[in-house]
């Protein structure tokens, strides 16, 4: 341990993010990489408890005191080798991760918690900067072929451990590069995309093979990769939306999410659209309709895109601003979040229940809402009551559902392999991630519902230990 007083001397204190009046201009990372010192001196504040909840915090069991040890003395290298041990995509998890482990930190049960999301953020920035992160090949071949369907955070992750034991591994995406939502679905001002090229062009170089462009089964038949590949692992992600089926959804003027997001970072990186396809928010009153990060995401680009004003609304109540006794510590709270989206402008409302989409020439320009209040019945079980009088409208030229997502595409791939589906349709496996054919494995989003980065790494290295014990008896690579 570097400090044994460090928590009792040094404040927590985070980075800065870049000022707002210029981020908004632009589509560039909002998050300023913090100065090694400053990482030294909130390293520091790592009190190497008994029991350190943070690696339980963290679905990877990230080596956290560990890191922060290293940092503190200034061994970055020594820092990036525990770190790179747990963790395919720190450099993702670093940015974006909402930090499920700061949650769990043991000086946060009364005092602010260690930055951990930023640590690790700066090391492996360091390690990018000083080589540390190169190609390192499989000693051998072992013969083994392995199709992954997929190229979100989970099929890469997976990719990557299995190619790390030798096994050959190609992977199948059908959109036009890889990367999943972390390309399609995150703007660029959360994780701009020359992130995660890097690191593609090193899986690369380590024997990875990517074939983009491809729709198993429109483009392959599922069929002949469960024959021509010893194991298939399918990490499809879960994308079916969950929509608002109220009068007046059929006016033009209202998206899904992802309709929104995909196309605006297609265009931020030069992908061509359809020109009578293009949803822009410029010069329009926008509303989003959930109050998640998907919808916060939608904010920020909205905003960008020059919006005349953005309302962001939602059902239920405003979350509280700290721990409450639902939720105490260790157990990942339910809060009120304000991104960075957030912090640009635009205004939020809670309890607020959409009622009708109005419409002028066809097109969304109002939507009428009322306000709703959550009670119990008589057994106790939640209700949710429209307040009576409580009606109004808020004006809408752009629309932009983010309601969630309920599972997995069921047409196609699921459809023709006749895989058996959990209650929720997202994909059934044993605890071995197999699902009911065999050879066939899942993982990440498809498997889990619509979940974190985090989460999807680790389901993806879960799996390739399966996939490995499936095909050579016996497996060392790591179970998270
Ligand atoms: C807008 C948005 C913002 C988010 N922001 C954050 C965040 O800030 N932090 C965080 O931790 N999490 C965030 N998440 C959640 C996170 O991105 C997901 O949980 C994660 O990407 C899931 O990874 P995955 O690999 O399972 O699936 P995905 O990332 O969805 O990847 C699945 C891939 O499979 C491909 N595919 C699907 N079907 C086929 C097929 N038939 N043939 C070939 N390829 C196919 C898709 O094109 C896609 O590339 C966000 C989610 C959304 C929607
Ligand atoms: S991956 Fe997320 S939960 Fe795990 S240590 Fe990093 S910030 Fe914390």
Not at 94 to 105: D, Q
Not at 165 to 173: A, D, P, Q, R
Not at 174 to 189: E, H, K, Q, T
Not at 454 to 467: K, L
Request: glycine residues 10%; aromatic residues 8%.
């Amino acid at each position: 341990m570097g400090d044994i007083k460090g928590f009792l001397k040094t404040k927590r204190k985070t980075a800065a993010y870049r000022p707002v009046c210029e981020r908004l201009k632009d589509y560039r990372e909002v998050n300023l990489l913090p100065q090694p010192g400053h990482s030294q001196e909130q390293a520091g504040r790592c009190m190497d408890c008994g029991t350190p909840f943070c690696h339980w915090g963290c679905p990877l069991g990230n080596f956290i005191p560990e890191w922060n040890d290293q940092v503190f003395t200034g061994r970055w290298k020594k820092a990036f080798s525990i770190l790179d041990a747990t963790n395919n995509l720190p450099e993702i998890t670093g940015r974006i991760c909402p930090a499920l482990c700061e949650y769990s930190c043991v000086l946060g049960i009364n005092d602010d918690p260690v930055t951990i999301r930023e640590n690790e953020f700066s090391i492996i920035e360091y390690a990018f900067k000083h080589g540390l992160v190169r190609p390192r090949l499989p000693k051998k071949r072992t013969g083994n072929k392995v199709a992954i369907v997929g190229s979100g955070p989970a099929g890469l992750s997976c990719a990557d451990q299995l190619n790390r034991v030798g096994h050959s591994v190609e992977i199948f995406e059908r959109d036009n590069r890889a990367g999943g939502i972390m390309r399609y679905g995150i703007p660029d001002f959360k994780l701009e995309k020359k992130i995660l090229d890097r690191r593609i062009a090193i899986w690369k170089k380590e024997g990875i093979k990517f074939f983009t462009g491809v729709d198993i089964p429109g483009d392959v038949p599922v069929e002949r990769l469960v024959r021509q590949f010893d194991a298939v692992c399918l990490s499809c992600g879960s994308r079916t939306p969950r929509d608002l089926l109220i009068p007046g959804r059929d006016l033009q003027g209202i998206h899904f999410a992802m309709e929104y997001l995909v196309q605006a970072n297609k265009r931020i990186n030069k992908e061509e659209i359809g020109p009578g396809e293009i949803i822009d928010a410029k010069g329009k009153k926008v509303v989003v309709i959930g109050g998640g990060d998907t919808g916060a995401d939608c904010v920020g680009t909205a905003h960008r895109q020059g919006a005349a004003c953005v309302v962001q609304i939602e059902i239920m109540p405003k979350p509280a601003e700290c721990r409450t006794q639902e939720y105490p510590w260790p157990k990942y709270p339910l809060l009120l979040k304000n991104s960075t989206s957030h912090q640009e402008g635009g205004s939020r409302q809670w309890c607020v229940s959409t009622k009708e989409f109005i419409g002028k020439n066809g097109a969304v320009n109002k939507i009428s809402c009322a306000r709703v209040e959550f009670i119990r019945d008589e057994k106790g079980c939640p209700l949710i009551k429209e307040l009576s009088g409580s009606h109004f409208e808020i004006k809408a030229d752009l629309v932009i559902l983010a309601l969630g997502f309920l599972h997995p595409q069921k047409e196609g791939l699921l459809r023709e392999l006749k895989l058996e589906l959990d209650p929720r349709g997202n994909v059934k496996t044993g605890v071995d991630f197999m699902t009911s054919r065999k050879g066939v494995f899942s993982c990440g989003d498809m498997r889990r519902g619509q979940s974190l980065i985090v989460w999807a790494v680790a389901e993806g290295r879960q799996a390739a230990h399966h996939i490995d014990k499936f095909l050579t008896g016996h497996s060392y690579l790591p179970l998270i």
